[in-house]
């Protein structure tokens, strides 16, 4: 504070904040700070998924109807899912390099007597068949989605996906990228509990 | 042999940041007039160890160079087939090498006001230096600790992982590096800040000091944010020019602290008020910088700036902020109330207008910082939600508003004491200017407020920045004067293409078949043919569309949709046609079932204006420092022509005080 009187001119703004004491203004940058610091460091700590889970999961499978992905299969329906056992619905391309590494664990599953749907996201015919010759063929029916309107549609933001549908029609659940040698029983004990 | 030369240099400079620090601490202990024998190791210490940096630095760019594959960071980032400019700009396209270089800058800003400051008193800049090399050291500490970019490979790869495609830009090589040097050089203005606050020589002499640090430091923050918005504009081929994404924000928010600063601390050097207020900025813009460092990298906010993220790597570093923002924080509360009160000014006055403007750049920051971390505080209670453009625009735009209307008029007003009343012809003309603007805008078209807003500020904006000229001699107009002029123009002019991209940006998207031609704006475009096309490292599918304007001179644009092989990644590269009045922007999509492609359009007019008047931004800002350092060189000659004067004098053995 200067020994003058300010003049008329020079006056502080009379405004609430500035009537605070100083002290809170010079301590309120630091517990700005030290909250965000907390708050931080909790984070940190807290494990992180990367993935964006499926909203559908736990409702009915939305109605679509796809041409087959090549000669040898039949396409994919939303009637082709519903009724009898639970099965797999796997989201694949031949063009995505996981869906290789995940293959021997569909051929597994599928020799326990898991009934596996395929949808190949934007995908060519003879590449469809390739990739069956050469890493061997789980799959019952494969629809194409061309232009990933199923693959959207279910919630599904990547390949490879695979879903648990009941026999209602209904996700029960999602296997988020490739499926695992320890997938298997995780899958397995999915579909139990959907049947 | 390379690798081990860089990590040697690399220990040896954080030594010498040890050094620094403890001579630096020493100088804070000398006694009135005389040097302290310990603290005199401290500016040497400084200029060796940004030396050293540089040399680590330089390795490391030799072993991208030469595809070094036994070097770990070389064999996951780079690919020998890659084309020479990629390989050295990989340098820094990694979290290892990015921090290099941030480390790297860090050296060389202390040693640059080592080697060169000889302003400010022997104790203050002891305690700048010895906070500059505190600084150094945790990011030392850090690199060599937990990114170690050195690290070798027990067996030397066979090829390269190759560099993400979206840096395999020349973007790359510019936008980062200046980027990094305007976070860093902040780092100055904090050590400065602290340093002045330590010994309580906050005075104008420090703010001179401080002033050509801050405004070089902001000069390239605009000058990178701006080529960064350009390069995610035409590279990601969304569209858009800012996206709020939390490393756009991260960038965003040092400059705002910035721009506070060097309007704050101008203050500070032309009227010695605001003292406090401009120590705080100081430490807050770096702070900023460190923050957006450590957003980025800890991987505790999802962006599409991917880096390499580690929550090990994101608690040392929240272990450096805690040290240094709520060090440096704790130092302010504890000793801001100690520092004389500046000179007072009356609220309408220059210094009101830009505490008012300093106030409201600090309300945005507020704004930018809490929609930044509000998805951080949310999934602390797990609920999981994405801030954008809904909050951001309008919730910045409420501060940003007065303060453009302010700043229109702040530089006409005069320092300390003024009354409106002696400016009021201006007031009006530019109150004229921006109701007429609005009110034509509106006349012809239904658009947006925001958008209407803009448009109508940067038409008054436009005419303000050119109104402190009037009257005067413009061949004796300071060149600092001109920078203001230029930079504040350039608000008006990088306004107006924002406004004009949100009014009257025209957007198609359909799909065409060969032959088949669409609509967009003035534009009629026709798709000619869809080819396959390959490059050194990918393969492509590219569109010829040949476009003309109101049935002119067809010209033909080629958007991609690229693939490349190493790393295996899809890319669209956009096409553009830049006219005087805006810019036509094609990508390409996916082909329909029936054979025909999606062709995304859009007519931006004046978008361009964004860019143009980011740059008038900070070429304004460099003919503010041309201007200052100027002045400050003529002011040094006198000073030391005055003083050979003197000692001539005394030579003769005449009184000093005799001969005045």
Redesign the interface.
Known sequence: ??DKP?SK?????DFWLWKLP??IW??A??AL??F??G????????D?TEFVESAMIGQSLPDFALKPAFDGLPGAARSDLVGGQPRLLNIWASWC?PCIAEAPQLEALHAQGVEIVGIAI?DRPEDVANFLARHGNPYTRIGAD??SEVQLAIGSSGVPETFVIDAAGVIRYQHIGDIRESDIPILLAELEKAR | MIAEIGLAALWLAAALAVLQMVSGAFALRSAEGEANPLAIYARPAAVMQALLAGLAFTMLVWAFAVTDLSVKLVAANSHSMKPMIYKLTGTWGNHEGSMLLWVGVLALSGGLIALFERRLPERTMGATLAVQGFVALGFYAFLLLSSNPFERLPVPAVEGSGLNPLLQDIGLAFHPPTLYAGYVGLSVAFSLAMGALLTREVNPTFARVMRPWVLGAWVLLTFGITAGSYWAYYELGWGGWWFWDPVENASLMPWLAATALLHSVAVLAARDALRTWTI?LG??AF?MSMLGT?LVR???LTSVHAFAVD?QR??FI?VL??LY??GA??I??LR??AVA?GK????SSREGALVFNNVMLSAILAIVLLGT?YP??T??FDVRVSVGPPYFNPASAMFAIPMFLVMAVGPLLRWK?DSPRRIRFEVLLLAAILIGVIGLVSFFGQFALLPLLGLGLAAALGVAAFLPLRGRKLTRVPVATWGMVMAHFGIAVSLFGMASEGAFTQERLAAVAPGGSEQVGDFTFTLQSVNPVAGPNWTAIEARIAVSRDGGAPVILTPQARNFWSP?QATSESALLTRWDGQLYAVIG?Q??DGRWQIRMWWKPFVTFIWYGGLLIALGGVLAIIGRVRVDMKRRKAVSLGDERRADLEALGVQPGLAE
């Open positions: 504070m200067t300010p001119n020079t006056e502080r703004m100083l002290g010079l301590w940058p630091l700070f030290a965000f610091a708050l931080a460091g909790y984070m940190l700590t807290q992180k390099l934007r061309d232009i | 705080m430490v807050l702070s450590f800890s991987g505790v929550p994101g608690a929240l902020l805690g923002i709520g924080f704790t302010f509360a801001a109330g009160e007072r000014f009356s609220f971390l951080l505080l999934e602390a004491e295996a996916n329909a079932a």
